[in-house]
């Protein structure tokens, strides 16, 4: 069976790009605070969702809809009110993270397909189980922790299907717990569906420099005429004692393109490309070549490689956990 991939479109523009490409299935989210990838000039209105599944769907494609925030209390009624609007779009599923929200979505939408989304961080078979018999959750979307063979484990341990990242961003927190954004603009990547949102970044010169900030503190420094990145706490660079440097993580991207086929025998049913906020010819040329790895895979035929590096962050890439030696 050939590995499902799914792809990011964070406009109607991208979503139809995608399909075209080859997606086999393909993510997105409401223009609201009930996604987390919630930025102005992203997203999808009612109609433009509901046009975006029409045209996937004839296309043979699926579309997903995450809303994958926690809401806040008292407000509920507006992720209640996407749920119930993704499945009169048409959705092939919804990809949730909030118990409460999965229990309403179980209990009042019971035909609607539920996915349990990254920020729910379920890395183990225990927790993934418990949210399979409590709210019905089909597929889990793994976070980026986990090595190859403790994806093979979890496959072993339930019957509910995994999705894996296999390119684009990282994230050094457990999903969507970034303390470090929150505590610099005061929105949570969890919540808001913001990390370093672009209304608290600035740029300024100073002493010919160029300062990159977020929510007022420096997050890079670069020379004159030197690009400047854009401030993303977790990949700032920064002074402690007598070194400076990207004490976090550096500029890269997640790039697993030469381990599909281990993928695949961990039992993996489908890959998940990041990248809701970029333009639909990264998200063209991004799904041409997974779709065209994957089909080489099941055909038996060598897997084409090194077909990304320019498309990644920096150009620099790293096979993250599932390469990790630092257990």
């Known amino acids: 069976m050939v590995m499902e991939i799914v792809c990011p479109a964070g406009t109607p523009a991208?979503?139809?790009?995608?399909?075209?490409?080859?997606?086999?299935?393909?993510?997105?989210?409401?223009?609201?605070?009930?996604?987390?990838?919630?930025?102005?000039?992203?997203?999808?209105?009612?109609?433009?969702?509901?046009?975006?599944?029409?045209?996937?769907h004839a296309n043979g494609a699926k579309v997903l809809v995450a809303i994958n925030t926690y809401p806040r209390a008292g407000a509920e009624a507006i992720w209640h009110r996407a749920v119930a609007d993704a499945e009169t779009a048409g959705t092939d599923a919804v990809?949730?993270?909030?118990?409460?929200?999965?229990?309403?979505?179980?209990?009042?939408?019971?035909?609607?397909?539920?996915?349990?989304?990254?920020?729910?961080?379920a890395a183990n078979a225990d927790i993934i189980?418990?949210?399979?018999?409590?709210?019905?959750?089909?597929?889990?979307?793994?976070?980026?922790?986990?090595?190859?063979?403790?994806?093979?484990?979890?496959n072993a341990e339930t019957e509910v299907e995994t999705e894996v990242f296999v390119f684009g961003g990282l994230c050094v927190m457990a999903e969507g717990r970034c303390s470090l954004s929150s505590y610099a603009t005061g929105l949570s990547p969890n919540m808001n569906g913001v990390c370093s949102p672009a209304s608290h970044v600035?740029?300024?010169?100073?002493?010919?420099?160029?300062?990159?900030?977020?929510?007022?503190?420096?997050?890079?420094?670069?020379?004159?005429g030197e690009p400047a990145p854009y401030?993303?706490?977790?990949?700032?660079?920064?002074?402690?004692?007598?070194?400076?440097?990207?004490?976090?993580?550096?500029?890269?991207?997640l790039n697993a393109e030469h381990l599909i086929p281990q993928l695949a025998k961990a039992g993996v049913t489908a890959l998940k490309i990041e990248g809701r906020q970029r333009s639909r010819a990264y998200v063209a040329e991004v799904v041409r070549n997974f779709r065209a790895a994957v089909d080489a895979l099941e055909a038996g035929q060598p897997m084409p490689e090194g077909m990304l590096a320019r498309l990644s962050e920096g150009q620099a890439t790293t096979a993250g956990a599932y390469k990790k030696t630092w257990r």
Do not use: W
């Open 14 to 56: 991208s979503l139809r790009a995608a399909v075209k490409a080859g997606a086999h299935t393909v993510y997105c989210g409401y223009a609201d605070e009930t996604n987390a990838r919630n930025f102005p000039g992203l997203n999808f209105d009612r109609a433009e969702m509901r046009d975006g599944i029409a045209f996937a």
């Open 95 to 121: 990809i949730l993270a909030d118990p409460g929200l999965l229990d309403h979505a179980a209990k009042h939408h019971p035909g609607l397909r539920r996915h349990l989304s990254v920020q729910a961080a």
């Open 129 to 154: 189980n418990f949210y399979a018999q409590a709210f019905g959750v089909k597929r889990v979307v793994l976070p980026r922790v986990l090595s190859v063979p403790e994806i093979a484990t979890i």
């Open 202 to 224: 600035e740029y300024h010169e100073d002493s010919g420099a160029l300062n990159a900030r977020l929510g007022g503190y420096t997050i890079h420094q670069v020379g004159q």
């Open 231 to 253: 401030p993303t706490l977790c990949k700032g660079c920064f002074s402690t004692g007598d070194k400076t440097g990207h004490l976090f993580a550096d500029p890269v991207s």
